[in-house]
């Protein structure tokens, strides 16, 4: 059986193959603090802002890093002031390679999915493509050695 | 079965990691080849990591500068990660990730919080000859967005970013 090309695969694979069905999401009014401890317990770094089934912003640990730490804010505040608002969004049956694309030219790490009837319905993560990139190569290349030309002094064990 | 040598055409027996007669590295001989029709398998397999490192992405810290100092350089410099040295050797490594998890809503005083405190410890690192694809398997499996690049005696080249790499690819689809 051949394989196909990662080529036709980055085509016609869709993006709601490969997600990972877990979604952060909160309403724009929450406050940064429960934001922060909303992130920390699901071990995310971003939060889908939403409002009645809709993506209205993304909030994320970039947000949080540039906007909010060390600086004079109150922590009472809303999301809403500090979220990127309107973000860019990709369709559940948009193809992986377009994911891969807006990723890199924008240097996002996570994207809201919005189906076609402008409802949330997932997010990307950048890591989710990589894992999904690395499934396309032999895994014996990555079992290699650090150095493959090594020659070992000692027998092993020794 | 005995193993030819490329170099001298010796016969070895197999399983041998030098040619017997020549000293010729038989080890790479039984590496799996990118198909030659995939440009994206030979992308990734064949181009070394050097084609992503652009020279601007390296920040360094010491274990003993503080958290307030490393938010500082991140919004100015708007980056997201920095290596942490100690000695002239790599260890940590602290993005946005450590922020969050470990600073934000716990530490109140910036200044007071040392960056050996918040890091990640003993970071995976490539060489700048690496293929691409180790970079690529060593995010998938760790989980990492940020991969330091080191030279051979452990000085700090540069840092690859998860960016870089979709980028690299993403500019390979466009010249179909």
């Known amino acids: 059986m051949t394989k196909p090309s990662v080529e036709t695969l980055l085509k016609e694979k869709k993006i709601y193959q490969v997600i990972n069905p877990k979604c952060v999401t909160t309403h724009p009014d929450v406050s940064i603090k429960q934001a922060i401890n909303v992130m920390q317990e699901n071990k995310s770094g971003y939060i889908v802002v939403a409002e009645h089934n809709q993506c209205v912003g993304m909030f994320t640990e970039t947000d949080v890093v540039r906007k909010i730490l060390g600086k004079d804010v109150s922590w009472n505040a809303p999301i809403r002031d500090f979220m990127t608002k309107n973000p860019s969004v990709l369709s559940p049956n948009d193809p992986v390679g377009k994911a891969i694309e807006l990723m890199g030219d924008n240097r996002f790490y996570h994207v809201p999915l919005v189906d076609a009837n402008g409802n949330l319905s997932g997010v990307l993560s950048v890591r989710t493509l990589i894992r999904f990139l690395a499934e396309f190569y032999p895994t014996e290349v990555f079992n290699l050695p650090p150095d493959p030309n090594q020659v070992m002094t000692q027998p092993e064990g020794g | ?176």
């Open chain 2, 1 to 176: 079965m005995k193993i030819k040598c490329p170099s001298c055409g010796t016969e070895n027996i197999e399983g041998l990691d030098r040619c017997e007669q020549c000293l010729h590295s038989l080890i790479t001989r039984d590496l799996p080849k990118p198909s030659k029709d995939d440009l994206y398998q030979n992308a990734l397999m064949t181009a070394p990591v050097s084609a992503l490192v652009t020279g601007k992405d390296l920040l360094v810290a010491d274990t003993a500068d503080s958290i307030a100092k490393v938010i500082e350089i991140f919004q100015k410099k708007s980056k997201n990660c920095v290596l942490v040295y100690q000695k002239k050797k790599l260890v940590g490594i602290i993005s946005n990730r450590d922020l969050i998890r470990r600073v934000a809503g716990i530490h109140a005083d910036l200044s007071k919080v040392k960056a050996q405190d918040v890091m990640t410890p003993n970071p995976e690192s490539v060489k700048l000859q690496d293929p691409i694809s180790f970079v690529v398997n060593k995010m998938a499996m760790g989980g990492f967005r940020h991969v330091p690049v080191l030279a051979q005696d452990g000085a700090p080249i540069s840092i690859v970013n998860i960016h870089d790499v979709m980028h690299f690819l993403s500019s390979h689809q466009k010249k179909d």
